[in-house]
């Protein structure tokens, strides 16, 4: 899988999963996320639409999740984008 091409030190044991975001579940994605903006006091809509596109992509990506295996110490579950037409991994919004 291209995240653990990309990152190369991926302990064994690891386990991977990924969900396919399509057109549909990123219109989703975005109505949830100007809902959950609008709720906590945003409404000036450029704004919130600037908040929404910062965080979800346009473009149908892959959310892969790394969970550590089981007896791995200090290891947190890392979640990546991969953008499906590239194979690359997409900024974290910032």
């Known amino acids: ?9 991926i302990p ?3 386990k991977c ?3 396919f975001f399509d057109t549909e579940r990123i219109r989703r994605e975005k109505e949830f ?8 006091g945003v409404h000036d809509l450029a704004i919130l639409q600037a908040m929404v ?4 992509p ?3 990506y892959w959310l892969v999740s ?3 295996g089981e007896g ?3 290891g947190v579950t890392r979640l990546h984008r991969v953008d499906d037409r590239t194979g690359k991994i997409l900024a974290d919004p910032a």
């Open 33 to 40: 996320h100007a809902k959950l903006y609008s709720e906590n």
């Open 72 to 74: 791995a110490s200090g």
């Open 1 to 9: 899988m291209i995240v653990i091409e990309h990152f190369g030190d």
């Open 58 to 60: 346009d473009e149908p």
């Open 53 to 56: 596109a910062a965080n979800v």
């Open 66 to 68: 790394l969970k550590p």
């Open 12 to 14: 064994p044991g690891t």
């Open 17 to 19: 999963s990924a969900v």
